[in-house]
């Protein structure tokens, strides 16, 4: 049996109550295996390690009692191999010598435990819960790390493409970065599925629109810096939610509008400049013109200019790429959508200047197109 367990048979493994008894007394055998199955465990019988062998082979257990002096091979050898080939196993040594060195040898080696003949009953039954017990937590254990370490591959992939944009940041944004990492880190934990493409369209609209209104050259790099950042609160959100297809409930809207404050909570408290940026902008992108946004109803020039800015980048680039539950619209239906919440989603004047550079903006859109067909999540 091979070593690489997929998901679904290891959480078989965890059901099994198979035991395999390994003696070469057949009457001993035959006892421990009355024992168990009186307790509702199913049980195969073995006279010697050769015979184990193959019965591993053809199926699983849970749990091996195995004689410590057999013919031939010897038990402690023979679980000294079963514990290498077959890992998912508990073993549990059963020896006539009651000697302290030979216990210790065997618990070393990394037996569940050890039982002395003659043996009674109680004494067998505690020994063998107590082992699949071990057994079973430490098989969890090895799920909970496997799944933990899948969680942390992907997140270390989405981390390092914010870590390429960190790159590019300015002197004085490089006193925060260490910071910044940290707490991208802590999201990664959870949930950050945007992409690269997603995350740099995003950031050169959002610095397109903050240098033609006039903002600091300092200040537009800030924004440009701080707004892949604007959905980080989705790691909150459940995928049945986040990835639905379809159009949301008023239940499942309240929670997915949720991801604006759990964003700020994230990013804000924090003494970097980018940071607070980024909080702002996380905070109140979804803000609306016409004070009809989430999460506080902020209205008119009340939103901050970095999340007015965002709002407009983070619209058109949700409705010109593909989504989960939409494909990318041509660029003139995307500008007269839009056009037509003017002065309602959209401060008035900076969406006159974002269309106003329909040129530059279709040269990011193309210089940072998605490269295949993606699954993305929904913009809400």
Known sequence: MTLLLDRSAQHTLLELTRVLIVDDEEPIRRLLGYMLQTHGYETILASDAREARMRLEEQPFALMLCDVNMPGESGMDLCRSILTQHPHTAIIMVTGLDSSVLANAALDMGAFGYIVKPFESNEVMIDVANALRRRRLELENRLHRENLEDVVRTRTMALQQALEWLERSEKELRLSREETIQRLAIAAEYRDSATA??????????????????????????????????????????????????????????????????????????????????????????????????????????????????????????????????????LDHAVDLMTKHRGEHFDPELLDIFFASLSDITLIHDQYADQSPRRMLRES
């Open 197 to 330: 493409q997603h995350i740099q369209r995003m950031s050169h609209y959002c610095e397109l629109l903050a240098r033609k209104y006039g903002l600091s050259s300092e200040r537009c790099d800030l924004i440009r810096t701080a707004s892949p950042m604007h959905d980080i609160g989705k790691i909150g959100t459940p995928d049945h939610v986040l990835l639905k297809p379809g159009k949301f409930t008023q239940e499942e809207f309240n929670v997915i509008s949720q991801h604006a404050e759990i964003g700020y909570r994230i990013l804000s408290g924090s003494d970097a400049e980018i940071l607070k940026v980024a909080a702002s902008i996380a905070w109140t992108h979804h803000e609306r013109w016409d004070g009809n946004g989430y999460p506080r109803k902020l209205k008119g020039e009340a939103i901050p200019v970095e999340g007015r800015i965002a709002a407009i980048a983070d619209a058109f680039d949700a409705l010109t790429t593909a989504r989960v539950y939409k494909p990318a619209f041509p």
